[in-house]
Nanobody, 127 residues
């Protein structure tokens, strides 16, 4: 059974930075596509970023492109989300997720495409 555990969330002022981490265990992490989603109160869960298992491909939501960077360290079974120039609208619970293989962008943004989820970590950005 795969497990994903997020950390690194917190409270930050607009314009600040945070780095989220997601530690994976229980399966062959290095063969999984990894991603981040977020969910704000009253809103649907939305795709943020994804990275292929060899880090050769990444995909970002337009809303975070140029501000967020996804990366992974397969030796540590960990995926990261570096967030810069944070905005109040980035406030949400951020979830780490794992999927088998890479797909077209239209597939990657759909939550049901992802098989394993973490419990989430809260990010709050004040104005």
């Amino acid at each position: 059974q795969a497990q994903l555990v997020e950390s690194g969330g917190g409270f930050v002022q607009a314009g600040g930075s945070l780095r989220l981490s997601c530690a994976a265990s229980g399966r062959f992490f290095s063969t999984d596509t990894m991603g981040w989603f977020r969910q704000a109160p009253g809103k649907a869960r939305e795709f943020v970023a994804a990275i292929s298992y060899r880090s050769s491909m990444t995909h970002y939501a337009d809303s975070v492109k140029g501000r967020f960077t996804i990366s992974r360290d397969n030796a540590k079974n960990t995926v990261y989300l570096q967030m810069k120039s944070l905005k109040p609208e980035d406030t949400a619970v951020y979830y780490c997720a794992a999927a088998l293989g890479w797909g077209i962008p239209a597939e990657m943004v759909v939550p049901t495409r992802w098989l394993t989820w973490g419990q989430g970590t809260q990010v709050t950005v004040s104005s």
